[in-house]
């Protein structure tokens, strides 16, 4: 009897636990929409947060860590997936860790990341990325290749924008990679290249007069030349 008693309990414990947890996901899910309707992120945070610890998903995981990102909150979105590189991370997982490197300054582990989305699938925006981070580690040579794709296959809607001005500015993806092979023909050989280069600068302001990084790089490359002469 004792036993029987016993039983009972424990599967009246069980029902209790399953059934508070059943509420506690259908609360958090509300809450979740009701951030997301508020545009709160920090709301949309802590309810992912706790989705994931009632009902644990790596889907879950990946998106969360995508929002860390987004928010520029790289450490937190490296800390929510780790730098791991694994064949079955997904690709918002494997974007992820690609954009959290990068924005701490670990140019070599985010090319990683970047190459591997690259051969998932193949594009002039990924080609720019790469050969961005290319240029710096100076593999000249590779962050041409990689430019060399990117102008063959960019199309005119294509787009970059750039941050390093008070006011935010877009530029076409063409005149980016124009730019960035500027950037790097002059670095191949700084004496031989210089004109090559300014040439190159000079192109990408003629597809985007507003393109304030080329125009400063043209600037910094023509008092070279001024000072060599």
């Known amino acids: 009897m004792k036993k029987i008693i016993l039983l009972v309990t424990v ?45 644990p998903s790596q889907e879950r995981l990946d998106t969360l ?16 997936l ?13 974007e992820v860790k690609a954009l959290a490197l990068k924005g701490i300054n670990q ?37 041409k290749a990689s430019i060399d794709f ?12 750039y941050y390093e001005s008070q006011r935010p500015y877009e530029v076409s993806l063409k005149g980016a990679l124009t730019y960035l092979k500027a950037l790097v023909v002059f670095n191949m050989n700084q004496t031989d290249n210089l004109d090559q280069a300014i040439g190159l600068l000079n192109e990408a302001m003629t597809m985007d007069a507003n393109f304030n990084l080329a125009k400063i790089s043209k600037e910094a490359l023509e008092a070279r030349k001024a000072k060599k002469e």
Do not use: C, W
């Not at 860590?65 to 490296?78: K, P, T, W």
């Open 11 to 55: 599967m009246m414990s069980f029902s209790a636990t399953a059934q508070t947890q059943n509420d506690l996901l259908k609360h958090f899910e509300a809450y979740y929409e009701q951030m997301k309707g508020q545009g709160d992120v920090q709301g949309i945070i802590n309810a992912m947060t706790h989705l994931q610890i009632l009902q």
């Open 65 to 80: 860590a995508y929002v860390y990102v987004s928010e520029g909150r790289n450490l937190e979105a490296l800390n929510t």
């Open 82 to 94: 780790g730098i791991e590189k694994n064949p079955t991370d997904s690709n918002i997982n494997t």
């Open 107 to 143: 140019p070599a582990r985010a090319l990683v990341f970047y190459e591997e989305l690259f051969k998932r699938e193949s594009n002039p925006y990924l080609a720019y990325e790469i050969a961005d981070l290319k240029t710096q580690l100076q593999d000249y040579a590779g962050a």
């Open 150 to 161: 990117g102008l063959a296959n960019v199309t005119p809607d294509m787009k970059r924008g």
